[in-house]
């Protein structure tokens, strides 16, 4: 009578490594345990009984079958809370559809012949004023704001005759003793669309040709 051996290092290997492929293949947890079960039945039935596979390889095999599942619920987790999330983040931006908002940026998006917008002053400044610019370069008009403490300044300016551009922006002097204040452009607009994405919600904003991304937005009005 003879008796087929295996060699068990080798053997344990074999079934790490098809534990590993059905990982990486993207089978389901279940699937991954099943065939896990199924290679360590066969492995049991051909081991050598002169030499049977110990403990220690046993434990590590199961630990690796374990470690597979958890990445697998974890993937499956993050999934569903990414997916939640984006749910989330769209049903935020439909509720501002209609409403203004302070976005990062210095384009001046015209409402009613009326641009409107915001300057973020880092400290005080004796004296601040926005250029109304064209795409060119062109200096339009320049409104004096005066002096202006340290935060947001709001600030408005009738179009006009430029009633109909929409290639505007603005540009921010402020200084502060004769020197430069550092002053962050903000930009006011209705929000008139919002749009989920694989990278993100991006919102439609009235006279401006490009959508801004949802975490540009500073407040909302």
Same mark, same amino acid.
């Given at each position: 009578m003879s008796i087929t051996s295996v060699n068990s290092t080798s053997s344990a290997q074999s079934t790490a490594n098809a534990v590993a492929s059905a990982a990486s293949s993207g089978s389901s947890p279940a699937a991954t345990q099943a065939n896990f079960l199924k290679l360590l039945v066969a492995q049991l039935n051909s081991q050598d009984p002169m030499n049977p596979m110990d403990n220690a390889q046993m434990t590590t095999q199961m630990a690796q079958l374990n470690m597979v599942s958890g990445i697998d619920k974890l993937n499956a987790t993050v999934q569903s809370m990414s997916t939640q999330f +984006?749910?989330? $983040?769209?049903? $935020?931006?439909?509720? %501002?559809?209609?409403?203004? #908002? %302070? #976005?990062?940026? +210095?384009?001046?998006?015209?409402?009613? *012949?009326? *641009?409107? *917008?915001?300057?973020?002053?880092?400290?005080?400044?004796?004296? #601040?004023? %926005? +250029? #109304? &610019? &064209?795409? *060119?370069g062109q200096v339009l008009d320049t409104i004096k704001l005066g002096p202006q403490s340290a935060g947001q300044v709001p600030f408005s300016w009738d179009a006009g005759s430029y009633a109909g551009r929409t290639d505007l922006s603005f540009k921010i002097t402020a200084t502060a003793a004769g020197q430069a204040v550092v002053a962050t452009p903000l930009m006011q607009a209705t929000v008139v669309s919002a749009n989920p994405s694989a990278n993100g919600l991006s919102l439609g904003l009235l006279g401006q040709s490009s959508p801004v991304a949802y975490s540009d937005i500073v407040s909302i009005l």
């Amino acid at each position: 009578m003879s008796i087929t051996s295996v060699n068990s290092t080798s053997s344990a290997q074999s079934t790490a490594n098809a534990v590993a492929s059905a990982a990486s293949s993207g089978s389901s947890p279940a699937a991954t345990q099943a065939n896990f079960l199924k290679l360590l039945v066969a492995q049991l039935n051909s081991q050598d009984p002169m030499n049977p596979m110990d403990n220690a390889q046993m434990t590590t095999q199961m630990a690796q079958l374990n470690m597979v599942s958890g990445i697998d619920k974890l993937n499956a987790t993050v999934q569903s809370m990414s997916t939640q999330f +984006s749910a989330m $983040q769209a049903l $935020q931006g439909a509720s %501002i559809v209609g409403h203004d #908002v %302070i #976005v990062n940026g +210095s384009n001046l998006a015209l409402n009613a *012949g009326v *641009g409107k *917008g915001a300057v973020n002053l880092s400290s005080n400044a004796d004296a #601040v004023s %926005i +250029s #109304v &610019t &064209t795409a *060119g370069g062109q200096v339009l008009d320049t409104i004096k704001l005066g002096p202006q403490s340290a935060g947001q300044v709001p600030f408005s300016w009738d179009a006009g005759s430029y009633a109909g551009r929409t290639d505007l922006s603005f540009k921010i002097t402020a200084t502060a003793a004769g020197q430069a204040v550092v002053a962050t452009p903000l930009m006011q607009a209705t929000v008139v669309s919002a749009n989920p994405s694989a990278n993100g919600l991006s919102l439609g904003l009235l006279g401006q040709s490009s959508p801004v991304a949802y975490s540009d937005i500073v407040s909302i009005l």
